[in-house]
């Protein structure tokens, strides 16, 4: 029995990677744009199960409105008010499924409204953030830190991470077509086997580049980025 090539087995490889690629709508043809599916993130919450029942009751749990991009998880149907020190913002949304740390995800524009000097930082990464208060239809709870403005990321598997050329916590740029074209810099690359390959900014960067949802943007590597 004979075996195979190096180069063979090269073929072998490139095929299963694109096909895994092709699974999450991307094509890759030499000479042509590498792109990216995009989710524009509203303003959300992320709860943990004990700030559920503070805020909607005992024994409540989410129910889900509907699927989002990353697998496993959701939008709820449930949905908060927030009151910062200039305003408040109601029918927030909630997204499942439940966390460790509560987690208020703002765009700038929220923050702006809401008084609220919070940092870009990525999820999860909460230390020294300001805290906000959050109503529900039970019961409210002031958070001593956990507002956010998200960082603009994009999720990838480790197949889309090779094929792609890039490695998780990279930063990148992104081209964006159309009649507010430009790069989107700063955008980080995170890495895991269950991610689905998809860029999430918030709905001020959106507003900006001209994006809507569902929309597919360019990855720019180093080596590919214009002269300042």
């Given at each position: 029995?004979s075996?195979?090539?190096?180069?063979?087995l090269?073929?072998?490889?490139?095929?299963?990677?694109?096909?895994e690629?092709?699974?999450h709508?991307?094509?890759?043809?030499?000479?042509r744009?590498?792109?990216?599916?995009?989710g524009?993130?509203a303003?959300?919450?992320?709860?943990?199960?004990?700030h559920?029942?503070?805020?909607?009751?005992?024994g409540?749990?989410?129910?889900k409105?509907?699927?989002?991009?990353?697998?496993?998880?959701?939008?709820?149907?449930?949905?908060v008010?927030?009151?910062g020190?200039?305003?408040?913002?109601?029918?927030?949304?909630?997204?499942?499924?439940?966390?460790?740390q509560?987690?208020?995800?703002?765009s700038?524009?929220?923050?702006?409204?809401?008084?609220?000097?919070?940092?870009?930082?990525?999820?999860g990464?909460?230390?020294?953030?300001?805290?906000?208060?959050?109503?529900?239809?039970?019961?409210?709870?002031?958070?001593?830190?956990?507002?956010?403005?998200?960082?603009?990321?994009i999720?990838?598997?480790?197949?889309?991470?090779?094929a792609?050329?890039?490695?998780?916590?990279?930063?990148?740029?992104?081209r964006?077509?159309?009649?507010?074209?430009?790069?989107?810099?700063?955008?980080?690359?995170?890495?895991?086997?269950?991610?689905?390959l998809?860029?999430h900014?918030?709905?001020?960067?959106?507003?900006?580049?001209?994006?809507?949802?569902g929309?597919?943007?360019?990855?720019?590597?180093?080596?590919?980025?214009?002269?300042?």
């Amino acid at each position: 029995m004979s075996h195979p090539t190096r180069a063979e087995l090269v073929q072998d490889v490139a095929k299963l990677v694109l096909e895994e690629l092709a699974r999450h709508g991307v094509s890759i043809v030499p000479g042509r744009p590498r792109r990216v599916p995009v989710g524009v993130t509203a303003r959300h919450v992320h709860l943990t199960a004990e700030h559920m029942e503070v805020l909607f009751g005992p024994g409540r749990q989410l129910t889900k409105y509907k699927d989002i991009s990353q697998p496993g998880q959701f939008a709820a149907n449930e949905q908060v008010m927030l009151i910062g020190p200039a305003g408040t913002i109601d029918r927030v949304r909630i997204l499942g499924p439940y966390r460790k740390q509560t987690q208020v995800e703002l765009s700038p524009s929220d923050a702006r409204k809401l008084g609220i000097d919070a940092p870009i930082r990525s999820s999860g990464d909460l230390e020294g953030t300001p805290g906000i208060s959050i109503v529900g239809p039970r019961g409210s709870l002031r958070l001593n830190q956990g507002c956010i403005i998200a960082d603009r990321h994009i999720h990838m598997t480790p197949a889309d991470a090779a094929a792609f050329g890039v490695a998780d916590g990279q930063a990148v740029r992104v081209r964006i077509q159309g009649s507010r074209s430009g790069i989107m810099d700063q955008v980080k690359i995170r890495v895991r086997d269950d991610f689905a390959l998809d860029m999430h900014i918030d709905t001020d960067d959106a507003n900006a580049f001209g994006i809507r949802h569902g929309d597919q943007v360019e990855l720019v590597l180093e080596e590919e980025r214009p002269e300042p």
